[in-house]
């Protein structure tokens, strides 16, 4: 659950919808699906096994299970694409807190479709207002890791993600009575190959890396966590599962809505901050209904900002343990605290730096760290260790280690490979 809560945040509610809008609907929704079950599922194991067989989080686990440091430079691009992510989600953390305080004082009340993209387009060319709201996200997130207080966001998350994910089922029931609905549903389940294009395999790995928090460290530390009984197999299963759940959920929700209002399905990161105040304004307890979903999205996207900046914080603090001017817990934190604020500055102020580091990060980093963890365990770490975790306790997964030794060797390796070069035009 605590993985879950990690993985399931902004990037299936938010990205998720406008990403599929901008490459086809039904298409992107088939390619996505196969790229969880063909990377997604054993990159996940890939990343806990790594955490888990070592006991170190991402700093120290690769030198750990190889004895030797070759492999360290590993550790420092999964800690520069956390930071490089954090720029551009603590943004949209920010919009977020922003949401929850338009909808306590009824600022959408009676807003047409048109007024909703106007507030947005307003709200985030009002830099020091996007600047402040990031603020609060950045300090919240570096009170809890400063205070170590993660056990009770955990305890916290059992309860909110099941509201966020009743609150959704709710909001697609009341979405598919508006009329033009049947239009978006058509549009997200229904695939036109003729859109399938190279970019779009590249944008559904790049989400599909995203939204599971693949390759930059998150799962490693999560993996070392793990008791050393527990199921690496059930555990990437579950957690597939639920973030993929929540990831079809928000585009049943939004889809049918942006047909039914008329809005643009390729209208861009802003698209889920006009669709779903329209949706409220349609649903009884309409303010009420926006409040507590703009707060429980809240909780999601914190979930996600605490794994995320706790990399870079455990990051350096072991990295600077036995130097000169080591880093405490509380000094990493602030080091982290006044980088991440350079990071949302640069996104907010310089717009393209918000476009790219998104693109640089789930469709270059992302799978460049995953490709390098799939080589690092499918051709340098022993096999009978692997086969011993992937069997444990159950006889019947005996084959198990053998297809995925195969998968992690070949065919996610030559995967990534292959599409990186058709993206880059050379094949």
């Known amino acids: 659950m605590a993985t879950a809560g990690s993985a399931v945040g902004l990037g299936n509610i938010w990205k998720f919808p406008y990403i599929a809008g901008e490459n086809g609907g039904g298409v992107f929704l088939i390619i996505y699906l196969v790229c969880v079950l063909l990377f997604g599922m054993p990159l996940l194991i890939t990343e806990f096994y790594i955490g888990k067989h070592s006991g170190k989080s991402a700093f120290g686990a690769f030198r750990a299970l190889r004895n030797n440091g070759r492999w360290q430079w590993l550790s420092w691009l999964c800690m520069l694409t956390s930071l490089i992510i954090m720029g551009f989600y603590f943004v949209v953390t920010g919009w977020c807190f922003h ?21 947005f387009e307003a709200f985030s060319s009002n830099g020091l207002l996007e600047l402040l709201y990031g603020f609060i996200a950045v300090l919240i997130t570096a009170c809890i890791l ?17 509201l966020l994910l009743i609150m959704m089922i709710l909001m697609a029931g009341r979405v598919l009575m508006l009329d033009g609905s049947s239009t978006g549903m058509r549009f997200f389940f229904q695939a036109d190959f003729s859109k399938l294009t190279p970019q779009v395999v590249l944008s559904a790995l790049g989400q599909c890396f995203f939204s599971l928090s693949i390759g930059m460290g998150v ?9 050393k009984n527990q199921n690496l197999t059930t555990t990437s299963l579950q957690v597939a599962v639920i973030d993929t759940i929540v990831a ?13 209002f008329g809005f643009n399905p390729a209208e861009g990161p802003e698209l889920v901050f006009v669709v779903l105040p329209a949706i409220f304004e349609k649903m009884s307890f309409a303010w009420f209904s926006s409040i507590l979903f703009f707060l429980l999205l809240c909780v999601a996207a914190l979930t996600s900002t605490i794994s ?9 603090t072991e990295a600077t343990a036995h130097t000169k001017h080591p880093l405490d817990r509380h000094k990493s934190v602030i080091v982290v605290f006044v980088l991440v604020m350079a990071m949302i500055s640069a996104c907010i102020f ?6 790219e580091s998104d693109v640089v990060s789930s469709c270059i980093l992302m799978p460049l760290n995953a490709l390098a963890m799939v080589l690092f365990v499918g051709w340098f770490l022993p096999k009978k260790d692997i086969q011993h975790e992937l069997c444990k306790h159950n006889d019947w ?20 490979i ?9 094949w």
């Open 219 to 227: 799962l490693i530390t999560y993996g070392a966590y793990m008791p």
């Open 418 to 426: 292959a599409i990186f070069l058709n993206g880059i035009g050379i």
């Open 248 to 260: 079809v959920f928000a585009g049943m929700i939004i889809f049918p809505a942006v047909f039914a």
């Open 146 to 162: 400063w205070f170590d207080v993660n056990k009770g966001i955990e305890r916290l998350s059992k309860i909110l993600m099941p």
């Open 99 to 119: 949401y929850v305080v338009a909808a306590l004082t009824h600022t959408f009340k009676g807003m047409d479709s048109a007024s909703l993209t106007s507030h």
């Open 397 to 416: 997964r005996r084959y198990l280690p053998m297809v995925y030794i195969q998968i992690v060797r070949y065919l996610v390796p030559l995967a990534i």
């Open 350 to 355: 310089l717009p393209y730096v918000f476009k």
């Open 308 to 316: 995320l900046m706790e990399v870079v914080v455990a990051f350096l």
